[in-house]
T-cell receptor, first 113, second 115 residues
Framework: EPEVTQTPSHQVTQMGQEVILRCVPISNHLYFYWYRQILGQKVEFLVSFYNNEISEKSEIFDDQFSVERPDGSNFTLKIRSTKLEDSAMYFC???????????FGAGTRLSVL | AQSVTQLGSHVSVSEGALVLLRCNYSSSVPPYLFWYVQYPNQGLQLLLKYTSAATLVKGINGFEAEFKKSETSFHLTKPSAHMSDAAEYFCAVTTGSSNTGKLIFGQGTTLQVKP
């Protein structure tokens, strides 16, 4: 069964460093998303991406964040200068159409020290 | 704006007992509703979804949920709990007016199943 894959599973970084979280969505999906889950809190929407551009972003997704689909398969989330409060589990998701439900990856745990 | 409230952050049942996880939503337009399950160290897996067809929705692993517009609820049930059902469960909402498919999640309910 096709699945969304995320790498790495765990990323440790120093405050102020740049990180790139990588995702390979399901191949025939057209909508792509990043969510995050701070330990003990809700799963929060960060950004959605469709037709090679951001379609919606949350207040969390400030200028420190960016997304890219550099080729036909990868979808990346970049955090330019990490803060302690960026420590969370980051989930990538994709869907074939909007409103049909999302397929999530296993997540990348980001630890900012 | 849409929102989801899950009543009870922890629910504990005995193996073989009924599972009932509560979800209430708020939406000014007809909602699309979802339940996801998250096993330890894994991503979120879609259990079932309501997209304005039948109000009683059956999902995987014997779970089902009923959409009740009058109660703005979408509670998740399973007649008989199994040890393997122990996980975290998330209710989520989106709407037909959302062209991004963005989901808004509840805070999650941890289901414990006792032998």
């Amino acid at each position: 069964e096709p699945e969304v894959t995320q790498t790495p599973s765990h990323q440790v970084t120093q405050m102020g460093q740049e990180v790139i979280l990588r995702c390979v969505p399901i191949s025939n999906h057209l909508y792509f998303y990043w969510y995050r889950q701070i330990l003990g809190q809700k799963v929060e929407f960060l950004v959605s991406f469709y037709n090679n551009e951001i379609s919606e972003k949350s207040e969390i997704f400030d200028d420190q964040f960016s997304v890219e689909r550099p080729d036909g398969s990868n979808f990346t989330l970049k955090i330019r200068s990490t803060k302690l409060e960026d420590s969370a589990m980051y989930f990538c998701a994709s869907s074939e159409r909007s409103r049909t439900g999302l397929c999530f990856g296993a997540g990348t745990r980001l630890s900012v020290l | 704006a849409q929102s989801v409230t899950q009543l009870g952050s922890h629910v504990s049942v005995s193996e073989g007992a009924l599972v009932l996880l509560r979800c209430n939503y708020s939406s000014s337009v007809p909602p699309y509703l979802f339940w996801y399950v998250q096993y330890p160290n894994q991503g979120l897996q879609l259990l079932l979804k309501y997209t304005s067809a039948a109000t009683l929705v059956k999902g995987i692993n014997g779970f089902e949920a009923e959409f009740k517009k009058s109660e703005t609820s979408f509670h998740l049930t399973k007649p008989s709990a199994h040890m393997s059902d122990a996980a975290e469960y998330f209710c989520a909402v989106t709407t037909g007016s959302s062209n991004t498919g963005k989901l808004i999640f509840g805070q999650g309910t941890t289901l414990q199943v006792k032998p």
